[in-house]
T-cell receptor, first 111, second 115 residues
Framework: GNSVTQMEGPVTLSEEAFLTINCTYT??????LFWYVQYPGEGLQLLLK?????DKGSNKGFEATYRKETTSFHLEKGSVQVSDSAVYFC??????????FGTGTSLTVIP | DSGVTQTPKHLITATGQRVTLRCSPR?????VYWYQQSLDQGLQFLIQ???????AKGNILERFSAQQFPDLHSELNLSSLELGDSALYFC??????????????FGPGTRLLVL
């Protein structure tokens, strides 16, 4: 089957700290992988995506690399800001156009 | 602002009732997706429509149904409501229906409370 597992939160970091949010997946076939971000009171926004193995998605200083050998898509940022405080969702889309989301990881960045 | 609109923003109803949630996609987008976000189930994909036709189905209950109209807006109908249906329902849209290559734009959601 298809599923996404991401690290439990909440995560609290100081400003300028390094961020890693782990995400692993189980899928049949060759899924696309996504990170979405949800700011308080808002809908989800696509943060980055990767559609095949070894692709690196990047946006706003965030990066994630599609690792087929470890079935992972970990989100990283070198220096977080207070404005990065949000809930982050890892997701996959299989070749049947079905989406599967992780449970979300809440990030709080303190000044 | 993503350009996707959803109405109503909030909905309070009783068990056993039926409600309709409405979504208008971004101008030019042909696909509409529906999601349910709840505390116990997390974020779940329900269904996708592309240009009026059902394209993909996720964890949508039989009590729920959706459709996409010729003007591309979509409605999600929830019937025989149960307490566990209380959740935030998101609609998203994308330009095409190719799924894996598409960027989805999410609306602000409709918060449903079943009492």
């Amino acid at each position: 089957g298809n599923s996404v597992t991401q690290m439990e939160g909440p995560v609290t970091l100081s400003e300028e700290a390094f961020l890693t949010i782990n995400c692993t997946y189980t899928a049949t076939g060759y899924p696309s992988l996504f990170w979405y971000v949800q700011y308080p009171g808002e809908g989800l926004q696509l943060l980055l995506k990767a559609t095949k193995a070894d692709d690196k998605g990047s946006n706003k200083g965030f990066e994630a690399t599609y690792r087929k050998e470890t079935t992972s898509f970990h989100l990283e940022k070198g220096s977080v800001q207070v404005s990065d405080s949000a809930v982050y969702f890892c997701a996959l889309m299989n070749t049947g156009n079905q989406f599967y989301f992780g449970t979300g990881t809440s990030l709080t960045v303190i000044p | 602002d993503s350009g996707v609109t959803q109405t109503p923003k909030h909905l309070i109803t009783a068990t056993g009732q039926r409600v309709t949630l409405r979504c208008s996609p971004r101008s030019g987008d042909l696909s509409v997706y529906w999601y349910q976000q709840s505390l116990d189930q997390g974020l779940q994909f329900l269904i996708q429509y592309y240009n009026g036709e059902e394209r993909a189905k996720g964890n949508i209950l039989e009590r729920f149904s959706a459709q996409q109209f010729p003007d591309l807006h979509s409605e999600l109908n929830l019937s025989s409501l149960e307490l566990g249906d209380s959740a935030l329902y998101f609609c998203a849209s994308s330009v095409g229906g190719r799924g894996v290559q598409e960027t989805q734009y999410f609306g602000p959601g409709t918060r449903l409370l079943v009492l």
